[in-house]
Structures are given as structure tokens and as C-alpha cells.
């Protein structure tokens, strides 16, 4: 398989090119937080303004109303996408909530992907037992409900923190939803990995390796790795859009990012409780979610057709935001996934 | 000393309940006559009348069983249908705060120096399930209550002699407490003078239910009680039916009204949805543990003022700082804090219900002060810059403070933080579960720096207030005392005036304020203010007769319909 | 030596499999609960401000102070007893479950049929569109990005939307809430028409892409020229053959999610719709870390998926002989 005739082709596709210039400007807009939290809104992400007043087009309006209703999108410099509740620009924390959880999704996406090579290459390379033991856990994780195991680890993680042996992480750090959501994902990405593995195993270029007497971590890691990149690639961008997806899940039921950092999740969820009177608190974050992760599925899905233009991965964003990790299709009844007797 | 009353149900009603949105119009109250009968403006409601009148509820009560039930949620549901010895006058404002007999044929005689309570049992009362009500029948009430672990039980242990021995199972019964079936009556031993103790025998858990009723909760089918309503149709989570007791007309308690509309309450957790159904008239009740969110402020102030309004309640919200640990053992960091708040910004952020204040006690307490606030008006927003100053003064600058709070109040903390990082501390938040917020935050261990609370009343009794600042119930296991302050002041003063009776409180009102000024002096916590509740109600509903008693909210015994 | 029924095996293999997987999620939401520090919920269930001796008597009246193990036990002896009770609320949760379900139940279903019905369309719609014209091209380009746009779609941000615009502004729907069948069938209809839609607009999109997929690769396929070749009509072919072959990942598909939402899963769903399901419980459970409704709803939810996977595996077994129940 060319990667680099594929990575050209993949430029060619006018909706890969869109997709991906629009993530590149989500993240770069999210990067650049900071120049426009002090150049052009003049305030901070946490920075509360409830009691102030400012000129909307000659008017001195409040930024929030006695009665809690905070002003809409003034599409000024100030307060340009309106206030939250705390009298918050929401257009300077939307760009502070976008690189939390940009932040949180590529670590997560990373991680699985480290995790679910190795899970992939230790069951499908030394098979029997071992692989059996990693498919069971793999099966065990998948058939848990994903978000309620995600939110419980998160509600109980939030207060105590988490000692990882090599590093602790506090309650409130932005490495426990990229953890739990890390680890949520990997049976996701492993299982066809493996069954790839298995197949590649049985490959003329291995047993040639094999008889030359390379070890067989040599051979994992130098035969099989390089072939296994064009499918890491085709989930990469499924993996970082279900991650972003999971983030917001996560943030929504008070499990995922800790006050005051903002993420468009938590953002969404606190709008949700002003509906009907700020709908911008809830529209803001939600259309840049929509923006970042539709983006992920395009590329993700130009990649796929670029690069296994076989479907041989089957490799499937899941639906929506949807609770419940649903299942990927079922891999092709081939008698080729040869699962070891 | 324990004490749970907690009003807006903060433990239970989570934060998703606020977020979920709840039924609207008529179908939500499925199957009522208020639905049947083209539930729009009231047309052909007439004789809908005699049908039940529904309240649609944020949260669902904790239990309905009197002797689990602690929530508000639970107790207005309650206290009409499982009256005990004594209960509050049904009324508006500080009158509804005064203790009244209720199956009691008087007040008590009260001897040997306080210790000894003596009172009668009324003649002829019957359960809603028409067995006689014996005097007995009140000694089980409270042994139910203990064994079933009601979390204001101590209330109980603490002050009836052979309580404690019950609870801990050395003994089969209550040896404090004697009662005698064929007269009536009913002699409870106190270990000490309790002044508050005719509010204790007024909680809903001292609600008499028949000797006998099995000792495990039992939400889903509370047992018989006596009151003017019984409940019935119990789905959990979802509604309930208060019933118009048939037996009640006859029994007649003075000051007891006898209600003339059945109470069908339907649990929905969305405040915009239930606020249109009342303002639409197709339900009759909102339930004043929510505030109205604020576009139905608004249209209620257009469009019902004539049925709307404001009631305060006695719940204080406070920040609590811990004065026994770095930077808050600091009286000056502490003035600093205080100082800097920003009442009004709270005032918003609690959709308006709120009313700012800085001292302890809310103003229909006896004991609050009307002095000047001594850091600034309340309804001033705080003087940052003065309060940057004197952070520094105190040494403290550049400490770091952890704020905790629940998620319901994730707002009032992050305002708080950036007010902490304003005047020149490192501030970092903690918002956890409201179920574990409160036995997390207590706990010493724990070393919360400072954290929202709010506080419901108990009763209307000062004393109760003041235990959270009572020294001598600190311990490693948690307390009412969240910021560990240890006043001496405060421990003796509450020693001496917690054991006056109730009704003699006017006598030594002057003490408490001189207690409160003190306080609000030493800045112990950082007081927003009190909370207040809305008043919404149906064009049907008569506005003027339904009384939002002080203690339990909307009294539904005096709902009547036009 | 013959071996036993390939059918007897399979069910046998599954049922030991489903018996091992409940186990394992049981232990593990247990753990998780009961190992993480602060998870302690005699805290809880003791009250807002307890004394030592209160948390000391709830630990012994619940047990707490037992091993880990012997806790375990109790509580799955409970739970398959049904007379396990939550520690917040102290309910009796298979009842409390039993008062959700009916809006659970109201949800899948529908949804079910709905975005299953949505799905084969738009999947069949854009299949056939992708052979055709330049024209019949960009449509089916229309229709990946309508299914795109669902597949990205957060559950709750759809839900707030859906109820915003046509519940707050136009007043069409109700503002969420669940109204019982049996009381008010209108209700119930109007009550549910919006978590349908959101749940389809999700589930949806994802279906037609995977049967768009699934119905290409078929009609490359050797049988399907060999079909053609024989003379049978390209609208036999399509049905018969290809679209036959095509629906079976989508049946499997479609079982798997209709046991997680049956079980609870639309955790998002359900609460941006306040139908009080199981879901919902579910979610305010973890908030509470309330470790008996989670346990009971978890174990629920994996005992559905691994019962509806095993009567999907028989349904793609009965319709093509190529797949062997393992």
C-alpha cells in the first residue's frame, strides 16, 4: 500500500480539504485565545462582570438582568457572542472551552491509539491464551455502558484524583476525562487492529522474517507496525471525533471538565439550564462541537476511502453523541478473521 | 446535633434534575380534572372544583414515609397528613412560626426544672384508616423514627432520657417516655432543659402512626396517619395524591383548617415548564422549592401579578471559611473576605431570590440585628480594592484558598473564586455531587479552605441557626461548625439560651442580637443573604386564602378553588 | 466422535459468556464505587451533618463494615432477590425500575422502528444514487452530509435545540416530561414525538452510511454478476440479492442498539426530555453515586445486549449460510 500516493489523493478530495481547513481553524482560533482575550474582548475567561453595565450601540444595558438573564451577542469586541450567567464573555471561554476539550480529545485519541496498537499486536501476535484473556477485557469494556461508566468514574475521580503508580493526577485535572475516555475507546480501535494483525501474521513477508531469525518483537514492531499505519490512520479522526463527542457527554453530566475551566460540554450544559431566555449560552458551544467533530467524521471518512478503499476495517464513526457506545458493524463474515481453534 | 431540614432539596435534586425539562400543559397532569375539562382559562372548571387541585414539584420527596422524610419536599406533603403532639399555626409570616397543640389537648406542663413535659391526648381521634388513636401510638412514633435512622434523629436521642439506650438497641423501648393508654396520657423526660423542644415535637417525624406499623420505610405506601389529608397513589419519583381524610371533618382540631380540594402532585423537574402550566392555569400550584426561571418572572409580573409574589423563608446561603487553618485563622483576611462580596452579583445569579444580607440570622428570626452591616451595605457590591489592602495587611496575599460548593450552586463558586483572585489569593474550585458535598465539606479531614452552604431552618429558633458555629459539636467525623470556628462567646451564650422554652424568646432577643453583631464582626463566615420563595398559583385558585406558612411553605389545607 | 448440535453449543457458549460478563461488570461497578476513596456511603446515607455515632450505626445497619467480599455478595443476593434498596433515596430500586421503564420502553420502540425505517431508506436512496449521473451524485453527496451532520450531532445539543425551537418558541411539542399510555395516548404521542426524532436523527445517519457501504460492496460482488448474467431483472437482483445481503449488519446493527436504549442507554436523551426512564435514573444515580441503581441498571443493560446479540447472531445465521454461530 502507497501512503504517500494516498495522503496526495486524499488532497484531492475537495471535501477532506474543507474539512480539514476547518478543524486546522478551529484549533488555530482556539490556540489564539489568549491574543483575543486581551486585544480585543479585554477580559478573561473567568472573569465575572455580573454587576457591570456596557454600551450595546448607545444603549448602557446590563450584563445580566436582575433577574439572571445575561445579554445576548453584541457582535462587538466585547461580549461578542453575549454573557453567561456569571456576567462571563461566552466567545472568550468558548475558545478556552474549545482548547480543553480539543486538548482532552487528542490526548484520549492518542492514548487509545497507543493503547489499542499494543492490545492489537500482543493478542494477535502471540495469540492462545493471552489473546483470548485481552478479547474478553476488550469485550468486557465494550459491553459496559460506555458514558455511565464514564460518568461514574468521573463524578467519584473528580473529588479524589487518581494515583497512576508513575503520576497522580488531582481532582479537576484535564487528564482524567482524557483517561477515562482513553481507555473507554481502545476495544473500539483494537478489535480490528487485531483481526488485521492475525491476517498479516499468516503473510509471506513474516514467515520470511521469521526464518531470517528476527525476534518476534523485531517483527511486530518493524514488519507488522508499518502495515497496521494506514488503518491507525483511518481512526484517528473517528477516534479524536468520538472523543470530543464523549468530552461533551462527560462535561453535560457534571463528570468531565471541573468548574471554572470551561469546555463547550460543561458551556452547554450550564446554557441548558438558562433556556429559553439564553439560547446563545447553549448555540455558541454547540454549533462549534457540531463544526469540530462533523470535520473529524468527513476526514475520517475521506481517509477510509483513500487509504482501505476495501472496507476491509469497516472502520464506522458511531452515532451521534449517543449514549450508549453503539456497536461497530460486525466484522465481514470472511473466513478470514481466523480466530485461533 | 443533627439537623436536616433542608429546603430546595439540594441533596436530591441534582443537577441534572434543573437541567431536564419537564412536561408542559395539560397532559402532564394526566388524567385530572383540570385536564378533562379543556384545562385552558378555567371554562368549564366549575364543576372541576370539587376535583383535585395538582402542584407540580421540582424534586420529588426524599420519602414520604414521616418517619424517613426530610426534605422540604417531603415535610409539606407531610405535615398535613401525619400530625403529631404538636404543629405550627397554619398562617402567614412570624405568626405561623408559633407552636399550637394538635392532638395534644393543650400546651404541656412543663416541670422539674424543664425536664419534665406532661400533656394529654385529645379524645376521639381516629386514623385515616379509622383505627383509634392511642396514646401509645406517640411513644412508637418516635422509636419508628429512630430505628429507621430519620437523619434529624438526634433530635430525639440527644435530649429524651432512654433514647440514646433505644437507638443503640440496650433497650426495647424509650424508658424517658410514659404513656398511658387509657388517659391519655403522655410524660416525656428530658436529659436537660431543651427550650426548642416543643419545635422537636413538631417535626412531621413525630407524627403519630398506629403502634404497630412495620419499623422499615415505607415510601411507596406510607402508613395511617392523622391530619386533614392521607396520601395515597404513590409513584415514586414520578406523583402522588394527598387525599382528603375522611375522618378528619369530625375530629376538628382547633387551628387545624379542614381542607375542601384533594392535592394531586405531579414531580416534574423543569421550573420553565411547570411555571407555564400554572401561569396557564392548566395546574394549579408551583412548588416554592424552585425559583421561577426569569422569563417567567417576568410574565408572571406582566400577566399574574395578582397571583404571584414573593415569600421570604428562613434559609441563609453563606460561603463558611475555615477559621482554624491558614489563610482564614487570619480575622483580617476573613473582614477582607466579607469585604469584597459581591452580594448583588449573588442576588442575580440567584435569579433574583435572594435578599443580600450579612448576619446569620434571616430577619424573621428573633435575633437579627438592625444594625448596620459592619464591612460595607449589602447591597453594595463589594469594595474590591479596600478588601486587596487589607489582604495584604493581614499577610496573607498570594495564599491558596480552594472553594468548594455543589453543583447546583457551581455559579455562586466560581463568582466567588474570581472574587477571591481579585483581592489577591489563589483560588482553585472543587464542585462536587450535591449528595456528597455536605458529609464531604464537614469532615475535617477534608481541610475545605472555604465552600458554599445554605441552611434551612430546623425550626424558627435562633439556637438552631447557631449551630453552625457551635464549637463543642466539632469533631473528626464532621459537624454543623463547617469553618471549625470556636468562639467562646458563641459556645456560652448558646449553653444559656438555647435551654429557655421557645415562647419566652421575645425575653432575650437583645442577646442574640448582641451574639449576631459579634459574629457578623468577626466575620466567621461570609453571609450572602436569604433566600425567598415563590408564590405562584392558578387563576382558579383562591390567592389571598392559601397561607405560605413560614416553616413548610405553601399550606395546602387552605387551597381553595373558586 | 460427532459433535453436539452446533445450535446447543452456540446457546451454551453464550449463556456461560453472558453469565461471565455480568459477573465481570457487576464486580467492577462495585469496585469502582466501593475502592475509589470518598465513595463511602454511609456518609451519604447518614445525612448532611451526622454525628460519629450516627455514620457508625448506618455502617453497621447496612453492613458496610463487612469485607469487601461478603458486601458483594449481600448486595447481588439482593439484587436477584429484588429487594434491593438505594442508598440515597432508600427505594426499593427493581420497583423503582419498574416505574421507569414504561417511558424507556416508550423510547426504544419507537425510536427504534423510526430510525430503522430512516436509515434503510436513506442508505438504499443513496446507494442507488451513487451508480447513477452527475446529478443523482451530488444528491447522494446531499444525503452523506444530512447523515454526517446527524452522526456528529452531541444527543443533548440536538434534544436542547429541538425543544428551544419547537417547544419554548413554537409551541408545537410539550417542554419534555412522559405522559403514560395507558392514561393519555394523545399524551404519550405528543410527549414523545421529539426524544423519537432526536434518537432517530442520531441513529439515523450512522444506519444509512453503514447500509450505503454494505449495499456498494454487495453489488461488486461475484454473485451478483453472476445474477445479472443469468437474466433475473435488476429490481429482483437489488431486492433479493443485494439488499438481502446488505440489511444483515444492519440487523445486528439494529439489535445491539435497541438493547443498550432498552437498558437505559440514552442516559443524554432521556434527560435533556426528562422522561424520568431508566436512563435518567441511571444518570442521577452516578451523580448521587448511588451504587445500587447503577449496579442493577448496568447489569440490566449488558444482560439486554448480550440477549439481543445472540438472537441477532441467530437472525443473520437463518439469513445467510456463510455465518457460523460461534
Redesign the interface.
Known amino acids: 500500500m502507497n501512503d504517500r500516493g494516498a495522503l496526495r489523493r486524499l488532497l484531492h478530495e475537495p471535501?477532506a480539504l474543507i474539512a480539514g481547513a476547518v478543524l486546522t481553524a478551529i484549533v488555530i482560533a482556539c490556540l489564539l485565545a489568549p491574543v483575543y482575550a486581551a486585544d480585543v474582548a479585554h477580559t478573561g475567561p473567568?472573569?465575572?462582570h455580573?454587576?457591570e453595565t456596557i454600551v450595546v450601540s448607545g444603549k448602557k444595558v446590563e450584563v445580566?438582568?436582575?433577574?439572571?438573564?445575561p445579554i445576548g451577542p453584541t457582535w462587538t469586541g466585547r461580549f461578542l457572542l453575549g454573557a453567561d450567567?456569571?456576567?462571563r464573555d461566552v466567545a472568550v471561554r468558548l475558545l478556552y472551552g474549545g482548547r480543553n476539550s480539543l486538548e482532552i480529545a487528542a490526548v484520549a485519541t492518542v492514548l487509545s491509539i497507543v493503547l489499542a496498537v499494543a492490545v492489537a499486536l500482543i493478542a494477535g501476535w502471540l495469540g492462545g491464551a493471552v489473546d483470548s484473556l485481552l478479547c474478553?477485557l476488550m469485550?468486557?469494556i465494550w459491553?459496559?455502558?460506555v458514558?455511565?461508566?464514564g460518568?461514574?468514574?468521573g463524578?467519584?475521580?473528580?473529588?479524589?484524583g487518581?494515583d497512576l503508580g508513575f503520576t497522580t493526577l488531582r481532582?479537576?485535572s484535564l487528564m482524567l476525562p482524557a483517561l477515562i475516555i482513553g481507555v473507554v475507546y481502545v476495544p473500539y480501535m483494537a478489535r480490528p487492529l487485531r483481526a488485521r494483525t492475525i491476517e498479516l501474521r499468516g503473510r509471506e513477508f513474516v514467515d520470511a522474517a521469521r526464518q531470517q531469525g528476527l525476534s518476534g518483537t523485531r517483527i511486530m514492531l518493524g514488519e507488522i507496525l508499518p502495515n497496521l499505519s494506514s488503518s491507525i490512520l483511518v481512526f484517528a479522526p473517528l477516534l479524536l471525533?468520538n472523543a470530543i463527542?464523549m468530552e461533551?457527554?462527560l462535561s453535560?453530566?457534571?463528570?468531565g471538565v471541573?468548574?471554572?475551566a470551561p469546555s463547550w460540554?460543561t458551556m452547554?450544559?450550564?446554557?441548558?439550564?438558562?433556556?429559553?431566555?439564553a439560547?446563545h449560552l447553549?448555540?455558541a458551544p454547540?454549533l462549534m462541537?457540531?463544526a469540530a467533530?462533523?470535520s473529524?467524521?468527513?476526514l475520517a471518512?475521506a481517509a477510509r476511502d483513500v487509504l482501505d478503499p476495501r472496507?476491509r476495517l469497516?472502520a464506522?464513526?458511531?452515532?451521534?453523541?449517543?449514549?450508549?457506545v453503539?456497536?461497530v458493524?460486525?466484522a465481514p463474515?470472511a473466513p478470514s478473521d481466523g480466530?485461533p481453534a | 446535633m443533627v439537623a436536616q431540614c433542608r429546603r430546595g432539596d439540594t441533596n436530591l435534586n441534582s443537577r441534572i434534575n434543573r437541567l431536564a425539562i419537564a412536561a408542559l400543559g395539560c397532559a402532564a397532569a394526566a388524567g385530572l380534572a383540570a385536564c378533562g375539562g379543556g384545562g385552558s382559562t378555567g371554562t368549564g372548571n366549575a364543576s372541576a372544583a370539587a376535583g383535585p387541585a395538582t402542584v407540580v414539584a421540582a424534586s420529588a420527596p426524599d420519602s414520604l414515609d414521616p418517619q424517613v422524610g426530610a426534605t422540604t419536599s417531603s415535610t409539606e406533603a407531610t405535615w398535613n397528613a401525619y400530625l403529631g403532639l404538636y404543629t405550627y399555626k397554619h398562617a402567614n409570616g412570624s405568626a405561623g412560626t408559633q407552636v399550637i397543640p394538635a392532638l395534644a389537648a393543650g400546651m404541656p406542663s412543663i416541670s422539674q426544672g424543664g425536664t419534665l413535659y406532661t400533656t394529654t391526648l385529645r379524645k376521639g381521634l381516629v386514623f385515616s384508616n379509622g383505627a383509634p388513636v392511642k396514646a401509645g401510638d406517640f411513644a412508637y412514633a418516635i422509636e419508628r423514627a429512630i430505628k429507621l435512622n430519620w437523619e434529624g434523629k438526634s433530635f430525639f436521642t440527644e435530649n429524651i432520657a432512654g433514647a440514646e439506650a433505644y437507638d443503640q438497641g440496650k433497650a426495647s423501648s424509650i424508658s424517658g417516655i410514659k404513656t398511658d393508654d387509657a388517659t391519655g396520657q403522655i410524660q416525656i423526660k428530658l436529659l436537660a432543659p431543651y427550650g426548642a423542644f416543643l419545635n422537636v415535637l413538631a417535626f412531621p417525624a413525630a407524627g403519630l402512626v398506629p403502634a404497630g406499623t412495620p419499623m422499615k420505610a415505607l415510601p411507596n405506601d406510607p402508613p395511617p396517619g392523622v391530619g386533614p389529608y392521607e396520601i395515597a397513589h404513590v409513584k415514586p419519583g414520578h406523583s402522588f395524591e394527598e387525599q382528603i381524610d375522611p375522618h378528619w371533618a369530625a375530629q376538628a382540631v382547633p387551628g387545624i383548617p379542614t381542607p375542601t380540594v384533594a392535592i394531586q402532585v405531579s414531580v416534574q423537574s423543569n421550573p420553565g415548564a411547570q411555571a407555564d402550566e400554572v401561569l396557564s392555569s392548566s395546574a394549579d400550584l408551583f412548588d416554592w422549592n424552585t425559583p421561577l426561571p426569569p422569563a417567567a418572572v417576568a410574565q408572571a409580573q406582566r400577566e399574574a401579578s395578582s397571583r404571584y409574589s414573593l415569600e421570604p423563608v428562613a434559609q441563609v446561603s453563606f460561603f463558611f471559611l475555615d477559621t482554624a487553618a491558614a489563610p482564614f485563622d487570619n480575622a483580617l483576611a476573613r473582614e477582607a473576605v466579607v469585604t469584597a462580596l459581591n452580594r448583588p452579583a449573588f442576588q442575580k445569579l440567584a435569579s433574583g431570590y435572594l435578599q443580600p444580607g450579612c448576619y446569620l440570622l434571616p430577619p424573621q428570626i428573633v435575633g437579627h440585628p438592625s444594625a448596620p452591616c459592619p464591612y460595607g451595605s449589602p447591597t453594595a457590591d463589594g469594595d474590591v480594592a479596600k478588601a486587596k489592602e487589607m489582604v495584604q495587611r493581614s499577610g496573607t496575599a498570594g495564599q491558596s484558598v480552594t472553594v468548594w460548593g455543589d453543583t447546583p450552586h457551581k455559579a455562586f463558586v466560581d463568582n466567588f473564586a474570581q472574587t477571591l483572585d481579585a483581592i489577591g489569593y489563589k483560588a482553585s474550585e472543587r464542585v462536587i455531587s450535591p449528595a456528597t458535598y455536605y458529609p464531604t465539606v464537614a469532615t475535617p479531614k477534608t481541610g475545605a479552605q472555604a465552600g458554599f452552604a445554605e441552611y434551612a431552618e430546623d425550626f424558627p429558633n435562633p439556637v438552631d441557626f447557631y449551630q453552625l458555629l457551635n464549637g463543642n459539636t466539632i469533631n473528626p467525623e464532621g459537624s454543623h461548625d463547617l469553618g471549625l470556628v470556636r468562639d467562646s462567646m458563641i459556645d456560652s451564650e448558646i449553653e444559656t439560651l438555647g435551654k429557655l422554652p421557645t415562647s419566652r424568646l421575645p425575653s432575650v432577643a437583645g442577646r442574640w442580637e448582641a451574639l449576631e453583631e459579634h459574629t457578623a464582626k468577626q466575620a466567621y463566615m461570609a453571609v450572602i443573604g436569604y433566600q425567598e420563595a415563590p408564590k405562584l398559583t392558578s387563576a382558579r385558585v383562591d390567592f389571598g386564602a392559601l397561607v405560605f406558612s413560614p416553616v413548610y411553605g405553601p399550606d395546602w389545607t387552605t387551597l381553595k378553588l373558586k | 466422535m460427532r459433535a453436539a448440535h452446533p445450535m446447543l453449543t452456540f446457546a451454551v457458549r453464550r449463556l456461560v459468556a453472558m453469565v461471565l460478563v455480568l459477573f465481570a461488570i457487576s464486580v467492577l461497578t462495585f469496585l469502582i464505587f466501593q475502592v475509589i476513596p470518598d465513595g463511602d456511603p454511609a456518609l451519604r446515607l447518614a445525612g448532611k451533618f451526622a454525628t460519629p455515632q450516627e455514620i457508625k450505626d448506618v455502617r453497621i445497619q447496612w453492613g458496610f463494615n463487612q469485607p469487601i467480599w461478603v458486601q458483594y455478595l449481600r448486595m447481588m443476593e439482593q439484587i436477584f432477590t429484588g429487594k434491593v434498596i438505594s442508598y440515597t433515596q432508600q427505594v426499593n430500586v427493581v420497583r423503582q425500575i419498574g416505574e421507569d421503564l414504561p417511558a424507556t420502553i416508550s423510547l426504544t420502540v419507537g425510536a427504534s422502528v423510526l430510525w430503522l425505517i430512516a436509515g434503510v431508506a436513506l442508505g438504499v436512496v443513496g446507494a442507488l444514487l451513487a451508480r447513477r449521473g452527475r446529478v443523482a451524485r451530488a444528491a447522494d453527496r446531499l444525503l452523506g452530509a444530512v447523515a454526517m451532520t446527524g452522526i456528529s450531532m452531541p444527543a443533548f445539543l440536538l434534544g436542547d435545540l429541538l425543544l428551544f425551537y419547537l417547544g419554548f418558541k413554537l409551541h408545537v411539542f410539550p417542554l419534555g416530561g412522559y405522559v403514560p399510555l395507558t392514561e393519555d395516548p394523545v399524551g404519550w404521542l405528543t410527549h414523545m414525538i421529539l426524544p423519537w426524532i432526536s434518537v432517530t436523527v442520531l441513529f439515523a445517519g450512522f444506519y444509512s452510511r453503514v447500509l450505503r457501504a454494505s449495499i456498494l460492496d454487495t453489488m461488486g460482488e461475484s454473485y451478483v454478476a453472476t445474477a445479472r448474467a443469468k437474466g433475473i431483472s435488476p429490481r429482483r437482483v437489488m431486492v433479493s440479492h443485494v439488499l438481502r445481503n446488505s440489511l444483515l449488519p444492519i440487523v445486528s446493527l439494529w439489535g445491539l442498539d435497541f438493547a443498550a436504549v432498552l437498558g437505559g442507554g440514552a442516559l443524554l436523551t432521556e434527560t435533556v426530555f426528562n422522561l424520568k426512564g431508566v436512563g435518567q435514573y441511571a444518570a442521577e444515580s452516578t451523580q448521587r453515586l448511588d451504587i445500587p441503581p447503577i449496579m442493577v441498571i448496568t447489569m440490566l443493560t449488558a444482560f439486554l445486549v448480550v440477549v439481543l446479540s445472540t438472537v441477532t447472531d441467530l437472525v443473520q445465521a437463518a439469513l445467510d449460510p456463510r455465518v457460523r454461530l460461534r
Open positions: 471535501h473567568d472573569a465575572t455580573v454587576t445580566v438582568s436582575p433577574t439572571g438573564v450567567e456569571n456576567g474478553r469485550d468486557l459491553s459496559y455502558p458514558l455511565l461508566l460518568v461514574a468514574l463524578v467519584t475521580l473528580a473529588v479524589s487518581i481532582g479537576g471525533a463527542l461533551a457527554g453535560f453530566l457534571g463528570a471541573q468548574p471554572p460540554g452547554i450544559s450550564e446554557g441548558t439550564r438558562l433556556m429559553p431566555d439560547i447553549v448555540l454547540g462541537l457540531l467533530v462533523v473529524a467524521n468527513v471518512e472496507a469497516r464506522q464513526p458511531t452515532a451521534g453523541g449517543l449514549d450508549w453503539p456497536t458493524p460486525p463474515p480466530e
